[in-house]
């Protein structure tokens, strides 16, 4: 990798130092990170909380810290968009999402949408399709993008729904681990698949221990797992997939990142640790493992 420049910037979820967002936006800079991602569903960041003026307050005093945020977090659960009687109202969240992302400075809100079904004539596969259309729109408005999570289907598949929509106002979040841990996906050729769409990184690692329903990860509307199979989703104890540190799991980094200069990805690698009983030194060393990668 030496003599490549490389024009990456490392990231944080901040949520990840599970401290509160002030204290983990001074930890993410403390680490050596470039930028924070921040969830802005619930409580102090939720867009519905925030007047104009602490808005200002905010992006001001992450600013003053010499970050800038990678993205927002505007996952709202509940199977994405799969439930149309759902959708209206989480459609507007997630605007409201985006408009307080590009207030604060960026023009990306990650999110999942569930998983995408297989039949393209399904009313999931509509619903889905008719709200992730309407997303797409309203982002490109704005010259923004709701960026979709890789990991609850492959990377060809999750293109072919994409190359459905209106423009590409939705598009990829590329999460690496999560292809490793669930489908099985390679996530290099997963970058080549999607080239097109990728506006953001999440670097995270992980191992596959057997193969499983994504649905018992994700879940899905109108799916009830049996009792013996609810512990498959837990990624420290479950007996699916473990998350595991940066360069410890099944993520072929050099394929990786070599895949993302291929298709010239000159985004944020923002990692993401989601268990672990010290998050903070866990994301201080991916951070020196990433430096030394890029």
Not at 52 to 68: D, F
Not at 207 to 229: C, N, S
Request: glycine share 10%; proline share 4%.
């Amino acid at each position: 990798m030496s003599g490549i420049v490389t024009p990456w910037k490392i990231g944080v979820i901040v949520d990840s130092f599970r401290v509160g967002v002030r204290e983990g936006l001074v930890k993410a800079k403390n680490v050596g990170a470039d930028g924070v991602q921040i969830y802005a569903v619930t409580g102090e960041m939720d867009p519905a909380n925030l007047s104009p003026a602490a808005r200002k307050e905010w992006k001001s005093y992450i600013e003053s810290l010499g970050l800038e945020i990678s993205a927002l977090v505007g996952d709202l659960g509940g199977h994405g968009f799969q439930d149309k009687q759902a959708n209206p109202a989480k459609i507007e969240k997630s605007k409201r999402i985006l408009d307080l992302a590009v207030e604060l400075g960026t023009n990306v809100v990650t999110t999942h949408i569930g998983i995408v079904p297989d039949d393209k004539n399904s009313e999931v596969y509509e619903a889905m399709h008719l709200a992730c259309d309407e997303l797409s729109r309203y982002a490109t408005s704005m010259n923004a993008f709701f960026a979709i999570e890789t990991g609850p289907e492959t990377s060809a598949h999750l293109k072919s729904f994409l190359d459905g929509l209106s423009s590409r106002g939705v598009s990829v979040n590329f999460d690496p681990a999560n292809m490793v841990m669930v489908t099985g996906d390679d996530p290099a050729q997963g970058v080549y698949n999607l080239r097109d769409y990728i506006v953001h990184t999440h670097a995270k690692d992980g191992i596959r221990l057997r193969e499983v329903d994504p649905r018992l990860i994700y879940g899905a509307l109108g799916f009830e797992p049996l009792d013996h199979e609810k512990i498959a989703h837990d990624a420290e104890s479950g007996d699916a997939f473990r998350e595991v540190p940066l360069g410890e799991g099944g993520v072929d980094w050099d394929a990786y990142l070599k895949a993302l200069r291929d298709i010239g990805y000159g985004g944020y690698l923002t990692i993401e640790r989601e268990v672990g009983t010290n998050p903070e030194a866990d994301i201080s060393a991916a951070v020196k493992f990433l430096k030394a990668r890029i």
